[in-house]
């Protein structure tokens, strides 16, 4: 007996999706609850379940292709006699030529590699004919190229095969064969583009800056971050400062925490952060719900939990629907200075950068301290700017004073 697999309903407001790799190819035994495909949203990445044990029997659709949910997208037999394709069909299918080794079919990548790993292998530039496949034969998976990327990183890379003796290589300085590829964007990657364009289009965008002294965060961090992890089991870290400090911003500058409504102005009475996460396949930003009820260690423990979930690609719909302010912190890619865009339809958005010792003046001394630029990018529309500048004075201030965190000021 054979089952339909349908795309899943995949959140408010969501129909459709594109095939982004088949996880179980025709013939190959699939249990149930195992996914057999990856569905690309606008948002996030979304794996297909078999809602059956059996034998995949065929793909309806290809990779690439844009399916609408619940739309049929493969054909799975029930029980493990389901036959699987034919020898000889598939090899009426397949070049007659000789089939290529397994280092020949790493180097045709367009023939051989799945969009996930085309992905992986371009994001960290990475040779994949120097990697060894443990896919089904001998073929590379996403999980194989991470690893070559995170041991080239740890050491030098391993030295390439000889070539023949009578193909020396050719000089580089005489110009030799140069080649391009086009690759699709991923529907994620279309959806980011989309999204901050219509933000500068649709905002009267302008950024304010200022800069902090990190001394009293840092020297806290220090003091408790031993007793903190103890306690909470998470990691104290700076994201935590700097969301208490933009919930008392917003507090004492509601404009900020709004957002335009045709004709109108929608005010929040509650703070809803959306954290800039980096993941594979792009910038993702879930949301800290109540970030103005919650503490420093729920705080931490929500970051953390995303960038695990963002790293392995299993984040939700729901985890990124809302937010009423945004957080995005460059300073992790050594970022000294920016101008962040506003993630529609917020009103504003805070960018954080590195921490470097710079000489300041403190009492009429120069004195080294470690400090970070800040930028607050706004919509012009809503927020004035001394609504702008008096907010992220607020955020400084509490940044440089934490105990104005502890007792609303």
Not at 100 to 124: F, K, Y
Not at 216 to 245: N, Q, S, T
Request: hydrophobic share 45%; charged share 25%.
């Amino acid at each position: 007996m054979a089952t339909e697999i349908k795309v899943p309903v995949l959140g408010e407001s969501v129909t459709e999706g594109t095939i982004a790799e088949w996880l179980k190819q025709p013939g190959e035994a699939v249990a149930v609850d195992e996914p057999i495909a990856s569905l690309e949203t606008d948002k996030v990445a979304v794996d297909v379940p078999s809602p059956v044990a059996g034998v995949m029997s065929q793909h309806v659709v290809a990779v690439g292709d844009t399916v609408e949910v619940g739309a049929v997208i493969a054909i799975i037999e029930d029980g493990a006699s389901a036959p699987a394709p034919a020898p000889a069909a598939a090899a009426a299918k397949a070049d007659p030529a000789p089939a290529p080794a397994a280092s020949e079919e790493l180097l045709t990548p367009a023939q051989t590699m799945s969009p996930a790993v085309r992905r992986a292998v371009l994001e960290h530039g990475v040779d994949p004919s120097t990697i060894k496949g443990t896919g089904k034969d001998g073929r590379l998976t996403k999980e194989d190229v991470l690893a070559a990327a995170e041991a080239r990183a740890k050491g030098p890379a391993p030295a390439p095969a000889a070539a023949p003796a009578a193909a020396p290589a050719a000089p580089v300085a005489t110009g030799g064969a140069r080649g391009t590829e086009r690759v699709k964007m991923t529907r994620m990657r279309q959806t980011i583009a989309k999204r901050l364009k219509a933000a500068q289009e649709n905002a009267a965008m302008l950024t304010t800056f200022n800069d902090v002294d990190m001394s009293a965060v840092i020297e806290a961090r220090d003091k408790y971050k031993d007793l903190f992890a103890k306690k909470h089991d998470i990691r104290l870290g700076f994201m935590g400062f700097f969301a208490k400090a933009a919930c008392l911003a917003l507090k004492d500058v509601p404009s900020v925490n709004a957002y335009i409504d045709g004709d109108e102005i929608i005010y929040h009475d509650y703070v809803d952060i959306s954290v800039a996460v980096s993941a594979p396949n792009g910038l993702v930003v879930p949301v800290i719900r109540d970030a103005d009820k919650k503490g420093f260690a729920r705080i931490e423990q929500d970051i953390a939990d995303f960038g695990a979930r963002a790293k392995a690609g299993t984040l939700t719909m729901e985890d990124m629907t809302g937010g009423t302010f945004t957080i995005s912190n460059g300073g992790v890619f050594g970022s000294l200075m920016s101008t962040p865009i506003i993630n529609p339809p917020q009103s504003a958005v805070l960018g954080l950068h590195r921490i470097e010792d710079r000489a300041v003046v403190r009492d009429g001394q120069i004195v080294i301290r470690p400090m970070m630029y800040i930028a607050m990018s706004y919509d012009h529309r809503l927020i004035d700017g001394r609504e702008a500048v008096t907010a992220l004075k607020i955020i400084k201030e509490a940044i440089e004073d934490p105990t104005r965190m502890l007792i609303d000021l």
